[in-house]
């Protein structure tokens, strides 16, 4: 079991629908040694390929990416959720349907931070159906950047996101992949 299986078995708590709540270390209370050790094995599995910007989404997203991109030396962008005022100029927007709050959101990013020079890697704290990457996917397609990989926390194997994005040919890394979870007796199996 790795650093991140553990903490998910000590501190991660089975919710009726398949969520796995993970809000004192990863969604709300944020551990960042924990995100630090998350980074440097990103790091680790990504050597070698050509990465210069990190891409996200909030608002989960922001705190893993900026603490994973010290170990990648490059900037993180965010996608965001709203219109804002301070969103100005052109913008590449993809409609992504929410997992955990059942809704549609537009998500947003200016042209002004990413262009065909970008080789992205995209990180997020879940993958379940896939909805959200495969909203970051298609902005990074329409800005004619290059998608050079996708690191995950933890990714849902029972749900079809993680199968979906490995068949489109992405280098796809999850750092804990659960492929059962129960409720009742609270039980997490992750995949070896
Ligand atoms: P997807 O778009 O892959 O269906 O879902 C990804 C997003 O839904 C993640 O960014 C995360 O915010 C949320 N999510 C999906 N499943 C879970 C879960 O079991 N627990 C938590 N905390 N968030 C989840």
Known sequence: MNFLEER???????KEGNILKVDSFLNHQLDVELFDKMGAEWAKR????EINKILTIE????????????????PVVFAKKTQSV???????????ESFTHKNKNQVIVSKKFLDENDKVLIIDDFLANGCALQGLISIINNANATVAGIGIAIEKGFQPGGQIIRNLGYKLESLAIVDGMDHVTGKIIFRD
């Open 8 to 14: 998910i078995m000590k501190d991660g708590v089975v």
């Open 46 to 49: 990504f050597e070698g390929v």
């Open 59 to 74: 608002a989960s997203g922001i705190g893993i990416a900026c603490v994973a991109a010290r170990h990648f030396n490059v």
């Open 86 to 96: 301070n969103l100005d100029g052109e913008m590449y927007t993809a409609e992504v």
